[in-house]
């Protein structure tokens, strides 16, 4: 292995990486301090459900006709290259992630409101089969393609029942200066093909409504996969599941207010499940006060689980009787 010299330094004293690194971070800093520091307060409002127009910096980064996306990106970038050139062993303050084909990079979050900026390698992508899957989250999503080209699928959930969505799949070209914007849980977009590099910059709101994020084989709108439509539930869906394996039966009220709270009808549900093993008896009564409940959305397989159980396990009705 060969061990460059400037590496070969840093193992004797790290003090001037340490010093480069905070350099990289007082420029950030400083962007967070003018423009960044913005688009931070106003994602806040954004996330909390205000209007894109109501929000100058936000609205003008997504207007059509306005450089103001150019404008703002070229600044960061251009402070950070500048740094980076200087030290080339730092790393960036911002949060990203890349892989092959895909790299994305987070401008600024708040809340549920996340803006990022995305580049998609066109070279890489083309290894890649032909899209197979689309899913749709329960997301709001704002996209203006700052440069590059492609050609994609515009792909609209017109409905499901029974495990099967229908879809339809259109062609959509992509061009330098495009605006859109997607309501998640009915719209997708799945790139086919992009020339050279397509950089795009995403402003995305998370709805907290409940749902799930839904994906469906795109050749018959077979579902293939659903999960909690925001980390909060899906970290309580994993912490029940883990209470259920670990048999902590002192968990089971807990699990059974959970499971009787209004919110994500798949956490709340995940919950009951656990519960009722946990403690079968807890577990029914809290199943039964769902059955009951002739708003709750869970009511009516509430209801028929309830009549599985007394089939298979008689003694439950004197746990919690019918009140009929």
Request: aromatic share 4%.
């Amino acid at each position: 292995m060969i061990v460059r010299p400037e590496l070969q330094a840093l193992r004797g004293d790290d003090a001037p990486q340490r010093q480069a690194q905070a350099a990289v971070r007082d420029v950030y800093e400083a962007w967070r301090a003018g423009p960044g520091g913005q688009a931070e307060c106003e994602l806040a409002s954004f996330g909390r459900g205000a209007d894109l127009d109501d929000l100058p910096l936000l609205s003008a980064l997504f207007a059509p006709d306005d450089d103001a996306a150019d404008r703002f990106v070229g600044d960061l970038v251009a402070r950070l290259l500048a740094r980076l050139a200087d030290d080339p062993l730092t790393q960036s303050p911002l949060r990203f992630s890349s892989d092959e084909a895909a790299t994305t990079l987070v401008l600024a979050r708040a809340g549920t409101a996340v803006l990022t900026l995305h580049a998609i390698d066109g070279t890489a992508l083309a290894r890649r089969p032909a899209p197979a899957l689309v899913s749709f989250p329960p997301a709001e999503t704002f996209e203006r393609i700052l440069r590059g080209s492609a050609e994609a699928w515009l792909v609209t959930l017109l409905g499901s029942e029974g495990g099967r969505a229908r879809l339809t799949v259109a062609e959509q070209p992509v061009r330098p200066g495009d605006l859109s914007r997607r309501i998640g849980q009915r719209e997708a977009r799945l790139l086919r093909r992009v020339e050279g590099t397509l950089v795009s910059l995403r402003l995305q709101r998370r709805c907290e409504t409940g749902e799930v994020t839904r994906e469906y084989a795109l050749a018959d709108g077979t579902l293939l996969h659903q999960a909690a439509g925001c980390p909060r539930d899906s970290r309580l869906e994993l912490a029940a599941a883990l209470l259920g394996r670990m048999e902590r039966s002192d968990a089971a009220p807990l699990l059974a207010a959970m499971a009787e709270e209004r919110g994500s009808p798949a956490l709340r549900w995940q919950a009951l499940r656990e519960c009722l093993a946990l403690d079968s008896a807890a577990g029914f009564v809290a199943l039964c006060r769902i059955a009951r409940a002739p708003d709750d959305p869970l009511a009516v397989p509430a209801g028929a689980l309830r009549a599985q159980l007394l089939e298979a396990h008689p003694q439950l009705s004197g746990v919690c009787p019918c009140p009929a």
